[in-house]
């Protein structure tokens, strides 16, 4: 469709990508199929092209024909929210001339903007399972018109528990719709839904089996590292000559916040990117990173399946991926759409047995892993990093000023400023009164130094006067004090 193609020429787009190029003409047709790819290789244009070119825009001659006006006619399913965002946003872009009305769903924002967009009329519905089922729910989505849906990231959204949702949300279209799935690896799992859910689907893979799943333009470093030495071999690995933007994988929400922060502290542009930020929060640090704001992001597994940049250099696991498919899609992250990348993984003496079995199940050389430290010879030569450099780009922050008071809250330190020693005042038995008012001694003393300037004579006769009661009244022949 030369709408579809001029507005992708407008951003530079002029060749199609194998795996495009194999489905475009089957999805094209309504046939359901089963695409398989590397990530990186731009399959998200692969089911984007055919679900614009089937839509029916508002401004269509035939759009008042539809069995229902307004109503989703495309429902793209994806299992993260930034997945949601990466690909609503390649549908906008191939969209732009066609007129589509394009809806992005999913948590974590509030409701009103997207029920708002949904009574005034969507064509194309871009979102997370848990939202989609909310708003469908609620009686605000209505995907029993649905044309054309797609399952993108299937293995992924399966891994995250999404089955039920997904299925509930299949069970809601229409049985006549054409149905896409989008898959870097597949699974036994994978497989049983298709089955249950696709009609004779079509099977593409746009590699050979000889090419295994591995991005062919990433070189893979694979080293058994220290805990405590990581920080310090990372610092390296980013001032490398050919660094542009990087991605750091933890296994948990903390250990990326931890990690970022160490590294914003040693003078790099870092940004963590995990679960327990907010969701405002999350699309900053994505979209700084996209700007070049930000060249290093530190990110768990899930946060990071929307992230689709280009120019990512280098992947860093900073912690042992969990199994082959993890690993895969960490390093799918670098090598896109054709460049080359480098992807470091670090095992502790913990992990060896984990990645032994994933360097098994990808038929990797890296068996066991070298011993690598910030001073190792191999690091600098491996990565191309100059040897003059340190582990810091700029000196570590000063350290907050402890309190006035210290250990002793304040006290001690007030007590000399009114020129007095001692933590506490003393009876005139010795014993503590555990008050910090002056003792009847210390008033004396001050009593006395007020009155140097006065005749001595007077000052005794007052204290004489002060002192002569008997009984408590006061002596006869004693002057009586002035009243106040």
């Given at each position: 469709?030369?709408?579809?193609?001029?507005?992708?020429?407008?951003?530079?787009?002029?060749?199609a990508?194998?795996?495009?190029?194999?489905?475009?003409?089957?999805?094209?047709?309504?046939?359901?199929?089963?695409?398989?790819?590397?990530?990186?290789?731009?399959?998200?244009?692969?089911?984007?092209?055919?679900?614009?070119?089937?839509?029916?825009?508002?401004?269509?001659?035939d759009?008042?024909?539809?069995?229902?006006?307004?109503?989703?006619?495309?429902?793209?399913?994806?299992?993260?929210?930034?997945?949601?965002?990466?690909?609503?946003?390649?549908?906008?872009?191939?969209?732009?001339?066609?007129?589509?009305?394009n809806?992005?769903?999913?948590?974590?924002?509030?409701?009103?903007?997207?029920?708002?967009?949904?009574?005034?009329?969507v064509?194309?519905?871009?979102?997370?399972?848990?939202?989609?089922?909310?708003?469908?729910?609620?009686?605000?989505?209505?995907?029993?018109?649905?044309?054309?849906?797609?399952?993108?990231?299937?293995?992924?959204?399966?891994?995250?528990?999404?089955?039920?949702?997904?299925?509930?949300?299949?069970?809601?279209?229409?049985?006549?719709?054409?149905?896409?799935?989008?898959?870097?690896?597949?699974?036994?799992?994978?497989v049983?839904?298709?089955?249950?859910?696709?009609?004779?689907?079509?099977?593409?893979?746009?590699?050979?089996?000889e090419?295994?799943?591995?991005?062919?333009?990433?070189?893979?470093?694979?080293?058994?590292?220290?805990?405590?030495?990581?920080?310090?071999?990372?610092?390296r690995?980013?001032?490398?000559?050919?660094?542009?933007?990087?991605?750091?994988?933890?296994?948990?929400?903390?250990?990326?916040?931890?990690?970022?922060?160490?590294?914003?502290?040693?003078?790099?542009?870092?940004?963590?990117?995990?679960?327990?930020?907010?969701?405002?929060?999350?699309?900053?640090?994505?979209?700084?990173?996209?700007?070049?704001?930000?060249?290093?992001?530190?990110?768990?597994?899930?946060?990071?399946?929307?992230?689709?940049?280009?120019?990512i250099?280098?992947?860093?696991?900073?912690?042992?991926?969990?199994?082959?498919?993890?690993?895969?899609?960490?390093?799918?992250?670098?090598?896109?759409?054709?460049?080359s990348?480098?992807?470091?993984?670090?095992?502790?003496w913990?992990?060896?047995?984990?990645w032994?079995?994933?360097?098994?199940a990808?038929?990797?050389?890296?068996?066991?892993?070298r011993?690598?430290?910030?001073?190792?010879?191999?690091?600098?030569?491996?990565?191309?990093?100059?040897?003059?450099?340190?582990?810091?780009?700029k000196?570590?922050?000063?350290?907050e000023p402890?309190?006035?008071?210290?250990?002793?809250?304040?006290?001690?330190?007030?007590?000399?400023?009114?020129?007095?020693?001692?933590?506490?005042?003393?009876?005139?038995?010795?014993?503590?009164?555990?008050?910090?008012?002056?003792?009847?001694?210390?008033?004396?003393?001050?009593?006395?130094?007020?009155?140097?300037?006065?005749?001595?004579?007077?000052?005794?006769?007052?204290?004489?006067?002060?002192?002569?009661?008997?009984?408590?009244?006061?002596?006869?022949?004693?002057?009586?004090?002035?009243?106040?």
């Amino acid at each position: 469709m030369p709408e579809i193609a001029d507005a992708l020429a407008d951003k530079g787009i002029l060749e199609a990508f194998p795996i495009q190029e194999m489905t475009l003409s089957v999805a094209l047709m309504g046939t359901d199929l089963i695409g398989q790819a590397r990530t990186g290789t731009g399959k998200t244009l692969a089911f984007s092209i055919p679900v614009i070119q089937r839509t029916v825009a508002p401004h269509d001659p035939d759009y008042d024909q539809l069995a229902a006006p307004g109503k989703p006619q495309a429902l793209i399913v994806a299992p993260t929210r930034e997945l949601a965002i990466q690909v609503a946003g390649d549908v906008a872009t191939a969209s732009k001339n066609r007129g589509t009305r394009n809806l992005t769903i999913y948590g974590g924002v509030p409701y009103e903007p997207q029920l708002e967009a949904l009574e005034s009329g969507v064509d194309i519905v871009v979102g997370t399972p848990g939202r989609i089922l909310d708003l469908v729910n609620r009686g605000a989505l209505d995907i029993s018109h649905v044309k054309s849906l797609v399952l993108d990231e299937a293995d992924e959204m399966l891994d995250l528990g999404f089955l039920p949702d997904v299925e509930s949300i299949l069970a809601r279209t229409p049985e006549t719709r054409q149905t896409m799935l989008f898959s870097a690896t597949m699974p036994s799992s994978i497989v049983t839904l298709a089955r249950k859910h696709m009609h004779h689907p079509m099977n593409i893979r746009a590699e050979s089996a000889e090419s295994g799943q591995m991005v062919p333009a990433t070189s893979q470093f694979v080293w058994q590292a220290h805990d405590m030495d990581k920080p310090e071999v990372v610092a390296r690995i980013l001032q490398a000559d050919d660094v542009e933007r990087v991605v750091i994988f933890t296994r948990t929400k903390r250990q990326a916040q931890r990690v970022a922060d160490d590294l914003a502290d040693r003078g790099f542009p870092a940004s963590p990117l995990h679960g327990d930020m907010a969701q405002k929060a999350r699309e900053k640090a994505l979209d700084g990173f996209r700007e070049g704001k930000v060249s290093i992001l530190v990110a768990t597994d899930v946060a990071a399946r929307g992230i689709d940049v280009a120019n990512i250099s280098h992947v860093i696991n900073y912690t042992c991926p969990e199994d082959d498919k993890t690993y895969v899609h960490r390093i799918g992250r670098t090598g896109r759409a054709g460049a080359s990348g480098i992807a470091v993984t670090f095992v502790d003496w913990a992990d060896l047995q984990r990645w032994k079995l994933i360097n098994k199940a990808l038929d990797l050389p890296y068996d066991e892993p070298r011993e690598t430290y910030s001073t190792s010879d191999h690091l600098f030569q491996d990565m191309g990093i100059d040897r003059n450099v340190k582990g810091r780009l700029k000196p570590p922050a000063p350290k907050e000023p402890r309190s006035e008071g210290g250990r002793d809250g304040g006290r001690r330190d007030g007590q000399r400023r009114d020129g007095q020693g001692g933590g506490r005042n003393r009876t005139r038995s010795g014993g503590s009164t555990g008050s910090s008012a002056p003792s009847e001694k210390q008033t004396e003393r001050r009593s006395e130094s007020a009155s140097a300037d006065q005749p001595q004579g007077e000052g005794q006769a007052r204290r004489r006067r002060r002192r002569r009661t008997r009984g408590g009244q006061p002596a006869e022949g004693a002057s009586q004090p002035a009243a106040d």
